[in-house]
């Protein structure tokens, strides 16, 4: 019997020629003009369609469609592929226990080449999973260390990933990124609860640390833990944090983590399925997307109707590398907005499309009496006044008095403690997300480190929103 080596399992020179990572693709690719890109997107657009004829569950959908080989004749056809959601691979998972057909791969294919699970961070239940060849698995590395390269990180940095090495992919993918493909030492401390906030810090100041990728919420946990301990963050020299900021239109949170952590703070944008598609360069202005590696289209919510540059609707994305499993107009369900089409080069000299922070997950949008709410709208109210902790919850409830039936939000908001005038503070906020998000919402001044439960204590993205209408308490 053959033992499927790691070391042999990859044809390297291919792999980085096709996707350079790091300083070689700051210099060649990311720089491409649109022609060039197009020209790429094409090639591979056809080669994964082809290899996805082979895969049973795209072939079975793409049948059902009335589709036949040779349908597909350029990237413009792509519309002619009905797009994937993640309840259809749930189904896939269901007809073809534990992993699905779509994966195109099981564990049996461990004798041929090695195979790593990752999966969804920070759900309930049985986390949902997705596979990775070696193949997949280096690509995602060569994701991060292109954004980290063009955000600045250079070989002999130090990066502290506190996010923990699990099922879910965020720790790993830093890892991979540093490790891997950017001369970047990852310091993998796990999240608080693997190593607690004041050993994070000592972790830093004695091991040099001078990056960070982490999610907001649990950095800004940590600069209050250093001001109780006495840890002054001007001395870590911190050159930048890769962060995950959502929402943050008006960039208060931004301003917020940048004034603490004494650094530029960079968005990034990703899922565990498609890795790091979408990273902001040095000028802080929009998203860079990967066109050598995806296809983004935005659709609308409700029609699924394909939507021009500037209209905010779901993301779809279409893979050009994944073969296990392939993603094929895979609608995220991720609510953005395209805001360059990349006809205009960006100040960093890239023609690379560009999308907004991400604006919420379409799954979490309320319909409160006839407005789209979405609970993750509220992160500049809150985050924008220094009495509150950054945190907040919301919660929707259903309320009933005879025939009036009428949703109400709450948003729970953390406030420190000693804050000055309550009363003042609740009305600014109960105005300002009254014109945020179009609908009347009361406002719940809590005690700071309340929420945790939902906020940073949780592994993985916080948690903004409980429905409790319709027997529902997610
Ligand atoms: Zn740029």
């Not at 590395?141 to 002999?156: E, M, T, V």
């Not at 009305?427 to 009254?434: F, G, N, S, V, W």
Request: aromatic letters at 10%; charged letters at 25%.
């Amino acid at each position: 019997m053959k033992v499927p080596y790691y070391y042999k399992s990859l044809d390297w020179k291919a792999l980085v020629r096709e996707y350079p990572p790091s300083k070689d693709f700051a210099e060649t690719v990311f720089r491409y003009d649109r022609k060039k890109i197009a020209q790429v997107q094409n090639r591979r657009f056809l080669e994964i369609v082809e290899y996805a004829w082979r895969n049973p569950f795209y072939r079975r959908r793409w049948q059902a469609h009335g589709l036949r080989k040779g349908d597909i004749k350029s990237v413009k056809d792509i519309v002619k592929l009905p797009m994937v959601t993640v309840e259809d691979f749930k189904e896939g998972i269901k007809a073809k226990p534990p992993f699905g057909e779509h994966q195109g791969l099981g564990t049996r294919d461990g004798v041929r080449t090695p195979i790593k699970i990752q999966s969804s961070g920070g759900t309930t239940g049985m986390p949902r999973p997705t596979l990775f060849t070696p193949w997949e698995w280096e690509i995602q590395g060569i994701q991060g260390s292109r954004a980290l390269w063009i955000q600045g990180a250079r070989p002999g940095d130090v990066m502290q990933i506190p996010a923990t090495l699990y099922t879910a992919n965020l720790g790993w993918f830093f890892y991979l990124s540093c490790f891997h493909w950017s001369g970047v030492l990852p310091v993998t401390t796990g999240s608080g609860n693997v190593t607690p906030s004041r050993r994070q810090l000592e972790v830093a100041f004695e091991w040099g640390t001078n990056l960070w990728a982490a999610f907001p919420e649990y950095l800004m946990h940590l600069a209050s833990v250093a001001g109780q301990e006495g840890f002054d963050l001007k001395k870590l020299k911190t050159k930048f944090i890769a962060a995950f900021l959502g929402p943050d239109l008006d960039g208060s949170l931004r301003k917020l983590m940048e004034g603490t952590w004494h650094c530029p703070v960079y968005d990034n944008y990703g899922t565990h399925e498609v890795g790091l598609p979408a990273f902001e360069c040095r000028e802080q202005d929009g998203l860079h997307m990967m066109e050598d590696m995806f296809i983004l289209e935005v659709a609308d919510v409700d029609t699924d109707e394909i939507l021009p540059a500037g209209e905010k609707g779901n993301l779809v994305m279409t893979s050009l590398y994944r073969h296990h499993p392939p993603l094929i107009r895979y609608n995220l369900r991720d609510y953005i907005r395209l805001v360059s089409d990349g006809t205009r080069r960006c100040g960093c000299g890239s023609h690379f499309q560009k999308m907004d922070h991400f604006l919420g997950r379409s799954d979490d949008m309320v319909k409160l009496r006839g407005t789209n709410v979405f609970p993750m709208a509220c992160l500049g109210a809150v985050t924008g006044d220094d009495r509150t902790t950054g945190e907040w919850l919301c919660v929707v409830e259903r309320k009933e008095s005879g025939l009036d039936i009428r949703d109400e939000m709450t948003v729970n908001v953390e406030v420190k403690e000693g804050a000055a005038d309550r009363e003042g503070l609740k009305a600014k906020l109960e105005d300002r997300l009254k014109s945020d998000l179009g609908v009347k919402v009361t406002v719940e001044l809590v005690p700071a480190a309340s929420l945790a439960a939902y906020t940073y204590g949780r592994e993985g993205k916080a948690k903004r929103l409980v429905d409790r209408r319709f027997g529902k308490n997610a």
